[in-house]
């Protein structure tokens, strides 16, 4: 399909590991990003991964990529109420430089 | 802060009123771009400027006009729009250098349009 596609809603307990998942349709895309949406804010980026790696850790944040399945992944271990939000998935389209595709985002509830 | 602002944060206009949405990046970025997000929809990307030229106009209603009079200042000017423009409209900016296409992201103007 056309579209950058991640599931809507994901709900966990505060301390578990959250997954968040994307799959993408460019495969010329050299990077993919994560972007973090609070409730009235804008998108904050959160971390990106170049198309050359298979897996980029960051603190809680574990990215894993699948350049084969065009299935990228975002891992928060220890979710916190604070990582409430809405996550989305952005990819480069056409090698573009600017044009990001973002999928529809992931509502992600975290319940203490 | 992510050193994009924009103004106003909230606005409600009638479907005859003419209205601007304002931008400003303090980053010393080279692009920048204005989207829409709905509330069923992905974000829609509208507008892209490039060092000060429209690179991009992924087919948006003439009532949507931008304005990029420096590099550091975005305009979305708002002619007689309706309903269905009601969003959240986001304005960002990045450095076009290599292939990362990082964007930073100003806090939105949410739009009701009556």
């Known amino acids: 399909g056309e579209d950058v596609e991640q599931s809507l809603f994901l709900s966990v307990r505060e301390g578990d590991s959250s997954v968040i998942n994307c799959t993408y349709t460019?495969?010329?895309?050299?990077?993919l990003y994560w972007y973090k949406q609070e409730p009235g804010a804008g998108l904050q980026l959160l971390t990106y991964i170049f198309s050359n790696m298979d897996m980029k850790q960051d603190q809680r944040l574990t990215v894993l990529l699948n350049k084969k399945d065009k299935h990228l992944s975002l891992r928060i271990a220890d979710t916190q109420t604070g990582d409430s939000a809405i996550y989305f998935c952005?990819?480069?389209?056409?090698?573009?430089?600017?044009?990001?595709?973002f999928g529809k985002g992931t509502k992600l509830s975290v319940k203490p | 802060e992510t050193g994009v602002t924009q103004t106003p944060r909230h606005l409600v206009m009638g479907m005859t009123n003419k209205k601007s949405l304002k931008c400003e990046q303090h980053l010393g970025h080279n692009a920048m771009y204005w989207y829409k997000q709905s509330a069923k929809k992905p974000l829609e990307l509208m507008f892209v400027?490039?060092?000060?030229?429209?690179?991009e106009n992924n087919s948006v209603p003439s009532r949507f006009s931008p304005e990029c009079p420096n590099s550091s200042h975005l305009f979305l000017h708002l002619h007689t729009l309706q309903p269905e423009d009601s969003a959240l409209y986001l304005c960002?900016?990045?450095?076009?250098?290599?292939?990362?296409?990082?964007?930073?992201f100003g806090p939105g103007t949410r739009l009701t349009v009556l």
């Open positions: 460019d495969s010329s895309s050299t990077y």
């Open positions: 960002a900016s990045s450095q076009l250098s290599g292939s990362n296409s990082e964007q930073f």
């Open positions: 952005a990819e480069t389209r056409g090698g573009s430089q600017g044009n990001l595709i």
């Open positions: 400027y490039s060092l000060e030229e429209r690179v």
